[in-house]
T-cell receptor
Framework: GAVVSQHPSWVICKSGTSVKIECRSL??????MFWYRQFPKQSLMLMAT?????????EQGVEKDKFLINHASLTLSTLTVTSAHPEDSSFYIC????????????FGPGTRLTVL | DAKTTQPPSMDCAEGRAANLPCNHS???????VYWYRQIHSQGPQYIIH???NNETNEMASLIITEDRKSSTLILPHATLRDTAVYYC?????????????FGQGTRLTINP
């Protein structure tokens, strides 16, 4: 069945470097995808809505210049954490709407980012 | 979107039915009740949703009270793999993709 994949599943980087996370919809198209962040023992926090062919919509308090989102095709959205710092260490999860179930979503497996 | 209230944690014995409550007393007439769950270190998984009628699928049953102010997710025969955080979300359904806002959910532990 349709699923959402993320790559990488985990990444460790040095402070100040940039990290790109990919989110792909498999076997279905997604004109919209969502990016969430989750800190340990906390709930998911929506960061932004990724729109194919147009600019992403960011939630209040999320720095768009730090978290760059590109939705270049109907099956791929990328999140780039620029100049990462230890406080950016988190679990990043993307999601895409389920085609045959309005307003429900498939979620990716998540990417664990650790910034040293 | 209407606010939901869930108990922070629950325990259930393996093989028994797990009943997870959710209060949504401010729900409006066009808002649906959605349930997702998140197993540790994985992305959330859609379970079920409903408007006012009870719903059942291969994963669970959703019982919504007549006044729609609360609902219960039922896992009929819980297994150890059902241990997860369960999120109840209330929102309207619109055309096109809409964002989901997650609360703190209920941490369900299935005990052997």
């Amino acid at each position: 069945g349709a699923v959402v994949s993320q790559h990488p599943s985990w990444v460790i980087c040095k402070s100040g470097t940039s990290v790109k996370i990919e989110c792909r919809s498999l076997d279905f198209q997604a004109t919209t995808m969502f990016w969430y962040r989750q800190f340990p023992k906390q709930s998911l926090m929506l960061m932004a809505t990724s729109n194919e062919g147009s600019k992403a919509t960011y939630e209040q308090g999320v720095e768009k210049d730090k978290f760059l989102i590109n939705h270049a095709s109907l099956t791929l959205s990328t999140l780039t954490v620029t100049s990462a710092h230890p406080e950016d260490s988190s679990f990043y999860i993307c999601s895409a709407p389920i085609p045959h179930l309005p307003d429900t979503q498939y979620f990716g497996p998540g990417t664990r980012l650790t910034v040293l | 979107d209407a606010k939901t209230t869930q108990p922070p944690s629950m325990d259930c014995a393996e093989g028994r039915a797990a009943n997870l409550p959710c209060n949504h007393s401010t729900i409006s007439g066009n808002e649906y009740v959605y349930w997702y769950r998140q197993i540790h270190s994985q992305g959330p998984q859609y379970i079920i949703h409903g408007l006012k009628n009870n719903e059942t699928n291969e994963m669970a049953s959703l019982i919504i009270t007549e006044d729609r102010k609360s609902s219960t997710l039922i896992l009929p025969h819980a297994t150890l793999r059902d241990t997860a955080v369960y999120y109840c979300i209330v929102r309207i359904t619109l055309q096109g993709a809409q964002k989901l806002v997650f609360g703190q959910g209920t941490r369900l532990t299935i005990n052997p």
